[in-house]
């Protein structure tokens, strides 16, 4: 471990306020709560606070200075055993460890509840633990962190969200996992797979899924309702018709009125996407009147029609 001192930024001289200054604006600045994405973060906010552990202890502390233990705590040669030793001794500075030579069961005369008053300053809670916050190490350690959380962009079409088809996506390590849409699902939404993202010391992360929903080539969307322009002939709109509709999951048929103007809106329930409160929307489909380009039979129709003059679908307009 580095020197404590430096991790923590300040002199040797440092007073415990300074210490404990210095540490509180690290400790706020790399906590993992706030770095969930980068464990570089999370590695460095381990570190601090073991120096911070080390420096706030005034025995542990003073062999430090005195050269007796390391960054780690544990003792130098030739204090105590050294790391590796078979079995369980007592070093110059009265501590003894663990045959790993991490751990150090020496008196704490530090403030044991200093960590917590951080934690619940910064963070509006106190570490977890018994006591003081101790672990099984030679201080109060952060919990393991997870892993990093990972970001995925789904694309999914316009049919399959309306209709919430399952969709299949491939994660970074190979697997490939089968997604189910939820209700009122649109560009934007995200979709929390937990336990793949990155592994870490405290477990692996989450995936982080992110809907776009691909627009149509002739659907729209209005809220949880699904629109569509429908060409229809001048005889089917006249003298009213049976013609077959594209819905988002398939053609349907659809009957036409006899006297159907451009415009006139006609509704297929529960056509449309899945609402969040549950239930579908609809499917609304606006009637075009289209009419042939060049067809003389026609032209020569509406010329010899004996009432046309009569009818002003402007009249409404008072033109």
Do not use: C
């Not at 530090?110 to 951080?118: L, P, V, Y």
């Amino acid at each position: 471990m580095a020197d404590p001192y430096q991790l923590l930024g300040v002199a040797r001289g440092a007073t415990d306020a300074d210490i404990k200054k210095a540490y509180r604006k690290l400790a706020k600045e790399l906590h993992p709560d706030r770095n969930k994405d980068n464990p570089k973060a999370s590695e460095r906010f381990s570190q601090v606070t073991n120096a911070y552990d080390l420096l706030s202890d005034k025995d542990k502390r003073a062999r430090f200075d005195r050269g007796e233990i390391d960054g780690d705590g544990n003792p130098r040669a030739p204090f105590g055993f050294g790391a590796g030793s078979g079995g369980t001794g007592s070093g110059t500075g009265g501590g003894g460890f663990s045959p790993g030579g991490n751990f150090d069961f020496s008196s704490t005369t530090g403030d044991a509840g200093d960590f917590g008053d951080i934690f619940e300053g910064l963070f509006g809670g106190k570490r977890a633990g018994s006591g003081g916050g101790f672990t099984s190490g030679f201080g109060r350690r952060p919990p393991p962190t997870k892993g990093a959380n990972v970001a995925y962009k789904l694309a999914v079409s316009f049919a399959d969200a309306a209709s919430l088809a399952p969709q299949r996506i491939t994660l970074s390590d190979g697997k490939t996992i089968d997604l189910k849409l939820p209700p009122g699902v649109e560009s934007g939404t995200q979709m929390r797979l937990a336990g793949k993202g990155a592994q870490g010391n405290g477990g692996a992360g989450d995936a982080i899924v992110t809907i776009e929903v691909q627009p149509h080539r002739f659907f729209t969307r209005e809220g949880d309702d699904v629109r569509l322009d429908l060409p229809v002939s001048l005889a089917e709109a006249v003298l009213g018709a049976s013609v077959k509709v594209p819905t988002v999951e398939g053609a349907v048929m659809l009957s036409v009125p006899a006297g159907s103007s451009s415009g006139k809106v006609l509704r297929l329930k529960g056509r449309g996407f899945h609402k969040k409160s549950g239930g579908r929307g609809d499917q609304l489909v606006t009637l075009m009147v289209d009419l042939p380009v060049g067809d003389d039979a026609l032209t020569e129709f509406v010329q010899n029609w004996a009432d046309r003059d009569k009818w002003n679908p402007r009249g409404k307009f008072g033109a």
